[in-house]
């Protein structure tokens, strides 16, 4: 029984594709699994994490560097993920009174702006401007 799931894809600056997903990797359900075409359809990579991490991405982006920013939830909070050019993770953060993010963009100063739901069945939105590295610089909820 297959249990890979994925619910977003971007396009990536070579043409190419990026999908992100979850998958049952070594025993673990939901390790999350990193897949990135060139523009012909060929791997470029194709990565599993078994560290029972337990991310679902609902948004990504490729970033000016060439990585790749994702936004979803883990374990049912938000949670932001930073990857290099290569799916190393450069740093994962969870956002405490977020329920999960559905989208994310990178803005002009380097910074993300990521879109939140929040409350009690995700009952009102916030607005999360990120710096580069996923700390909080304002919210608008």
Not at 84 to 113: E, H, P
């Amino acid at each position: 029984m297959q249990d890979d799931v994925a619910m977003v894809v971007a396009k990536t600056m070579d043409g190419g594709l990026f999908m992100p997903g979850t998958c049952n990797y070594g025993g673990v359900m939901d390790s999350p699994w990193y897949t990135r075409l060139g523009k012909q359809g060929s791997i470029i990579f194709q990565l599993y994490y078994n560290n029972a991490n337990f991310f679902n991405a609902y948004s990504t982006v490729q970033t000016l560097d060439g990585g790749f920013i994702l936004a979803g939830r883990h374990q049912g909070t938000g949670a932001i993920e930073r990857i290099d050019a290569l799916g190393n993770v450069l740093w994962f953060k969870i956002y405490n009174g977020v329920n999960y993010f559905s989208s994310i963009i990178q803005t002009s100063d380097g910074g993300f702006a990521a879109l939140a739901q929040r409350g009690v069945d995700g009952g009102y939105i916030g607005l999360f401007k990120l710096d580069a590295a996923g700390d909080i610089s304002w919210e608008y909820n």
